[in-house]
């Protein structure tokens, strides 16, 4: 950041009548902050001569929205590195933005500097000298906001409970998972599972703080989720980066298992389903097919028992090569069959939830979704594409109709839209999610309020920006609420989703927020808060 007093020296040269900060102070102002962050990552080197160059061929683009001029008190420079290597000198690509008192006024797509004179031995050789690790992580001491007392791996850890045993765990038995304790469930009784395939998100379980049956708060694990290169659901989201919900998935199945590893389901003589009951959370990096190895680690903080249920609360935080990419908190319960039958919703939605007027109702759009390939995660069609800005394939669309688009209405009057979507009993998730006890996954509703703000984005950007850019999974760096009350299972019949924008921002990466309902069959069971989606280039 840097404090602006409006006297600064560039003003009256740039312009004399039309004081603004010239575009180049800019890019060097980013330029500067890139440097910042390569040298605090260890980029440095005793070899006389070397310095910070543009890499030759790399060509960067501008969008400027926006000044600073005389009445600006701030300006803050973000910058995102996409790619480090060498060539063979050190060098780095990024892409930036810069604040104007907190609006997005620019941003400089592939940004590029090398380190002219140096090579990655020389480099290295520094760091030996001075005994300290050239890691983003160091390998001897964990950061201190990482949950657990060990280093966060920067790749893959040898298994304590691998893949087979995990998908024993999920459509296998469970005795084969976890042990003798759990034999019971092999033929007589039910357990509550982890996803199984597509939809498992969890390669195995490589580290392991807390006792085995102990059901306790404290207690935490780490695994470890491979990302494929060509996993079915960048194809099927038709976007760079792992779509939300399977982000959402990689952090909350740990959660699951750490659950069925202290005894849960010992607790009761009754069958117990798993359910999620909420949580709070931000996504700090976005996940592409490149990933390689995600690193989990998950806390149970708290455990509380009473009329047959159980509620466990935990902290999870997914990491990528040494960095926090999604961490929050969350909420599960254990239930018997009669407790979900008793689905009673969100209790005060009625009250809460905005019902358009007889004059918003005329003057609301309605219009059907194209299903476009793939139409299941097993499909290997592609979908066509018109740009980056487009919507989920069939195998991941969750909404099939726009029953109402108004894009005055709302509290705010910025918005209103309703997506419906009629339940097939037959529906891929339903075998995946979970075995013997089929449930739409949480994390895939979820999916449908962002596929309408993303809907009403498009409506408001689309056809500037349709070929430019593209959507985040979430709006990066917004905390986001979900609160589940209630399932969507096979013998439902009709899903309703409603969203209410609460904000709109402006600007090179345009954002749009809202918050809404779902409802299964009349009753409202989810609710969302502070969902954001951005546009980027």
């Keep these: 950041e840097a404090d602006a007093h409006g006297d600064e020296w560039f003003l009256p040269c740039h312009f004399v009548d039309d004081m603004v900060m010239p575009g180049t102070l800019m890019y060097e102002c980013c330029l500067h902050t890139l440097r910042v962050f390569l040298m605090r990552m260890g980029c440095v080197t005793e070899q006389h001569g070397v310095s910070y160059e543009p890499v030759p061929g790399a060509a960067s683009t501008l969008r400027c929205r926006g000044p600073v001029t005389q009445a600006t008190r701030v300006v803050t420079y973000e910058v995102h590195i996409t790619e480090l290597g060498y060539r063979p000198e050190p060098y780095a690509l990024a892409d930036a933005l810069i604040y104007a008192d907190g609006h997005r006024i620019v941003q400089f797509t592939n940004m590029s500097l090398q380190m002219t004179g140096a090579t990655r031995e020389q480099m290295e050789t520094t760091w030996r000298q001075t005994r300290a690790a050239v890691s983003v992580v160091p390998t001897d001491a964990a950061p201190v906001t990482a949950i657990g007392e060990t280093a966060v791996p920067v790749g893959p850890r040898p298994a304590l409970y691998d893949n087979d045993r995990i998908l024993a765990f999920a459509v296998g038995k469970p005795s084969e998972a976890f042990g003798e304790p759990y034999c019971v469930f092999d033929a007589d009784r039910r357990i509550a599972r982890l996803p199984g395939p ?75 389903s798993f359910r999620n009951l909420g949580g709070t959370a931000t996504l700090h990096e976005e996940v592409f097919s490149d990933a390689g190895t995600l690193t989990i680690r998950v806390r149970i903080t708290k455990v509380s028992e009473a009329a047959g249920m159980i509620v466990q609360s935990f902290d999870m935080q997914v990491w990528q090569a040494g960095r926090v990419v999604y961490d929050g908190d969350t909420q599960f319960g254990f239930f018997s069959s009669t407790a979900l039958a008793r689905q009673v919703g969100i209790r005060d939605a009625t ?113 500037g920006i349709r070929h430019t850019h593209r959507f985040e999974p979430i709006a990066l760096g917004h905390t986001h609420t979900w609160i589940y009350r209630g399932q969507i299972v096979p013998r439902n019949r009709r899903v309703e989703v409603d969203v209410v924008v609460t904000g709109v921002e402006e600007g090179p990466t345009p954002m749009i927020t809202g918050h809404g309902f779902l409802s299964v069959d009349g009753t409202p069971i989810y609710e969302v808060q502070a969902f954001g989606m951005r546009l980027v280039v």
């Excluded at 982000?247 to 003589?269: D, I, K, T």
């Design 351 to 463: 009250d809460r939830r905005h019902v358009p007027d007889a004059d918003e109702v005329r003057r609301a759009r309605r219009f059907p979704l194209d299903a476009v390939a793939p139409f299941t995660p097993e499909d290997s069609a592609d979908a066509p594409s018109h740009g980056e800005l487009v919507l989920p394939a069939r195998a991941l669309r969750m909404v099939d109709e726009i029953e109402l688009f108004i894009p005055d209405a709302g509290p705010a009057g910025l918005g209103f839209i309703r997506g419906v979507k009629q339940i097939d009993p037959h529906e891929w998730f339903f075998a995946a999610h979970f075995y013997q006890d089929p449930v739409c996954p949480g994390s895939l509703g979820l999916e449908s309020f962002l596929q309408l703000l993303k809907l009403a984005a498009l409506d408001r950007w689309g056809e």
């Design 198 to 272: 597509p939809f498992k998100f969890l390669d195995r379980i490589t580290a392991i703080h807390a006792n085995a049956w102990d059901l306790a708060p404290g207690g935490w694990v780490e695994a470890q989720y491979d990302v494929p290169v060509d996993a079915w659901y960048f194809r099927a989201n038709r976007q760079r980066s792992m779509p939300f919900a399977v982000v959402l998935e990689v952090a909350l199945q740990p959660c699951g298992w750490l659950a069925a590893y202290l005894g849960s389901a010992l607790r009761s003589q009754d069958d117990l």
